[in-house]
């Protein structure tokens, strides 16, 4: 069967685009006429001592995705082609990929090992290959060193695929044991060290049961920080990083150790190289994060058994912390504010010191401020920086209180240095603090205002004059402005930025327009600005939004007159356009939202729709989504008027509906339906049997991403409600969609948070399209249609109240559908109400809940319950 491929591997990675195109089908072909003897081939390839090690290399890879892809569908194809295949030619397979890992050859070893990684991945869990984890460990033992490291490797890359519950925790330790031998210092050869100690890292998920063990604990903890000691860089980095893995999965375990982790860091962040410094770092704004969400989840108030204790360890070395931190915060790099992936020790620091902020709160104040004060005015370029930097980077925390006054005093200051500061990197920095100001320490909740009247025009100057700087200073600027707006959203009638409003406005647009404006974020950042300066403004600027219209049209016109663009033009054009039809639902929902404005700017509806339909007509997905998005907005501001759109927008409206790649797309689409639904109502009806066939379709397919569907049972809600009982030929459809999604969505035993986050999600939905199938039949003549469905709908509401983990979103959701079954269906809904289970210590319990809203539904659905059973 196996074929020999060794040519056309070759070609594959060849020069010549032809030679390489024809390779690579032949291999596909090769691939769908015969995956057998396909695999065969490659293995067979890989595992030949006698080939190039490209091709070997090569076969490896290939082999590798054809048992795993990116999408989840695509991947789930690929296993059962890999499950159903002979199980001899199977075993071939497996015994070239073992007898691969004894090759003298490192690519053809390393490849194996992640290709044995991939079929362990998949056949563990079917309780096949029994057999491999004795095998590995057996070549453990042997004398060559490259079969070792080999080894180590594949147990490394078998923990990443392998999911910790299909391991017995017999092979977990001697796993283990083999991987904590393998770091030992007493182990003579580095490559298997380094090996061994990349396989911790994968394998610490394997080890609950080793960490509550006090003396195994010890062992793995000694061996990890004499690791951290290594000659070898790679291995004192890839220590760190198993340090950094277990500061957060073992976070309650790891107190007695934190003397000498402390100690190894300080010496790493000082003296070692910038990769294990970086890491020495991140195992400190690790254990913030973990204490942040501690002290989130439980408020502050722990007793004597709460169940994750917070040890306060960054109170605790809080004093020697800082002045380590401070210390990174001067090893900036000279270009660091152009390069948007730049990551070097001082952002580390600065980004570890935040989180310090964010857990210790005021406590980091005193033992920041004399490191600003003494650097702020140094000669040094570095020295200002970093003092800066410092200032910036504490401003999340702390209460207001504590910070105001030495905002007070800083904001002149930094104002001066954003003006006349001769160094970009200081100003950067300088107009990044003065945004985290504005975001934090600004806005109507402030007892003593930062901004006043006094102050509020030279802050406006110099960030308009900062919009002109280079581009990365420019960004921040417009960073700065996005704040200092935000902060003025609730201050009512009068806007303290109304006088500078004009200005402002034509300031961001000619950012927009500038030569370099695609560096640095740069043109984006103006229009998100933009946009959140019209967000919160007040009616005294209405006239000014007003005469935006036009000129934004006239951007978005200006980019579909554009011919014969290149690839990377193209992609330009598209992020703006996406900009622009960004800006102008901003706009149209400011406009729309207000009596005074709302007749002026309708004006402009058939010309800004007609521009949103050239959009579409250009085809890229991006552009889609905020097109989409603003047509929500705009169907929301014309109400019944948008129906004359419908006959040429439907078109489109159908294609999001079908996209299933770009399910985000898909998503905003089945948003947009329910627009237009609460905008035309029973409009819609003329296109309702697509769009339904359309959702039902995505519903059943399992390729649509799951964060879909709560949407579009909300979205049978909202057609139901805008159609009333001419939704009478779908329920046969929807009904048992809904029954079958409730079925699934009323258990989660087991389930991990952000799997019962989605479940709330679903359950959301599902009730939300109830509740708009009821409210829409109600005093219909048809209402005895949806009689048959109530005992289903009263059991899922029981099963609901009885799992206990609702969020409030989901129950007050479900105590409006009691109150729609009895409002909709009278005395039919009485009786089963009241041999329900549960309903009504359920309806108690909303009525005495502290949330208004909850509260609020429940006694509407009091009042519908009681007039149903008293019928």
Known sequence: ????????????????????????????????????????????????????????????????????????????????????????????????????????????????????????????????????????????????????????????????????DVVEQDHVNKILTAVVQGMSPTESSNDVRLAATRALYNALSFAHANFSNDMERDYIMKVVCEATLSPEVKIRQAAFECLVSISSSYYEKIAAYMQDIF?????????????????????????????IDILEDYGGDFTADSEIPCFYFIKQA????????????????????????????????????????????????????PFVEENISKPDWRQREGATYAFGSILEGPSPNKL??????????????????????????TAWTLGRIFEFLHGSTMENPIITPANCQQIITVLLQSMKDVPNVAEKACGALYFLAQGYEDFGQSSPLTPYFQEIVQSLLTVTHREDAGESRLRTAAYETLNEVVRCSTDETAAMVLQLVPVIMMELHKTLEERNLSSDERQKQNELQGLLCGCLQVIIQKLGSSEQTKYTFLQYADQ??????????????????????????????????????????????????????????????VGVVGDI????????????????????????SNQLHRSVKPP?????????????????KYLMYAMPMLQSAAELSSHTSGADDEMIEYTNLLRNGIL????????????????????????????????????????????????????DLADTLGSNAGSLIQQSLSSKDFLNECLSSDDHLIKESAEWAKLAISRAISV
């Open 263 to 291: 100690n190894i860091t300080v010496k790493a962040v000082k003296e070692d190289e910038g990769a294990v410094a970086l890491q020495a770092i991140e195992f400190w704004s690790s254990i913030c994060d973990e204490e």
């Open 768 to 819: 939300e399209a109830y509740s708009g199938i009821f409210q829409g039949f109600k005093n219909s003549p048809k209402t005895q249609l949806l009689i048959p469905y109530a005992p289903h709908i009263i059991q899922f509401l029981d099963l609901l109240y009885m799992e206990k983990d609702m969020d409030d979103v989901v129950m007050k959701t479900a105590i409006g559908v009691l109150g």
């Open 712 to 728: 579009i049972f909300s979205c049978f809600g909202d057609i139901a409600l805008a159609i009333g009982e001419n939704f009478e």
């Open 318 to 369: 809080l004093p020697a912390l800082v002045p380590m931190l401070l210390e990174t915060l001067l090893k900036q790099e000279e270009d660091q504010d152009q390069d948007e992936g730049a990551w070097n020790l001082a952002m580390a620091g600065g980004t570890c010191l935040g989180l310090v902020a964010r857990t210790v709160g005021d406590d980091v104040v005193p033992l920041v401020m």
């Open 404 to 429: 105001a006054p030495l905002v007070n005093v800083a904001l002149n200051f930094m104002l001066t240095a954003l003006s006349n500061d001769p160094n970009s990197h200081v100003k950067d920095t």
């Open 608 to 669: 800004i729709m007609n521009l949103f339909l050239r959009v579409f007509a250009c085809r890229s997905a991006t552009v889609h989504e905020e097109a989409m998005l603003a047509i929500g907005s705009l169907a929301y501001s014309t109400g019944p008027d948008f129906t004359k759109y419908m006959p040429e927008f439907y078109k489109y409206l159908e294609m999001g509906l079908q996209n299933f790649e770009e399910y985000q797309v898909c998503a905003v689409t």
């Open 1 to 164: 069967m196996a074929m020999e491929v060794t040519q056309i591997l070759l070609n594959a990675q060849s020069v010549d685009g032809s030679l390489r195109k024809h390779a690579e089908e032949s291999l596909k072909h090769f691939q769908e006429a015969n995956l057998a003897g396909f695999l065969l081939s490659l293995s067979g390839e890989l595992a030949s001592e006698e080939k190039p090690v490209d091709s070997r290399k090569l076969a490896g890879l290939v082999l590798k995705n054809a048992l795993d892809a990116k999408e989840q569908h695509r991947k789930f194809e690929l296993v059962q082609k890999w499950l159903s295949l002979d199980v001899g030619v199977k075993a071939q397979i497996k015994a070239c990929l073992l007898q691969t890992l004894s090759s003298p050859v490192y690519e053809a070893r390393s490849t194996a090992s992640q290709v044995i990684a991939k079929v362990a991945g998949i056949e563990l869990p079917q309780k096949q290959w029994p057999e491999l984890i004795v095998s590995l460990l057996s070549n453990i033992h042997q004398v060559a060193v490259h079969v070792k490291q080999a080894t180590l490797e594949t147990l490394g890359y078998m923990c990443e695929e392998v999911s910790p």
């Open 677 to 700: 639904c609460r905008a035309v109502e029973d409009k819609v009806l003329p296109w309702c049997d697509g769009i339904m066939t359309q959702l039902l379709k995505d519903l059943s």
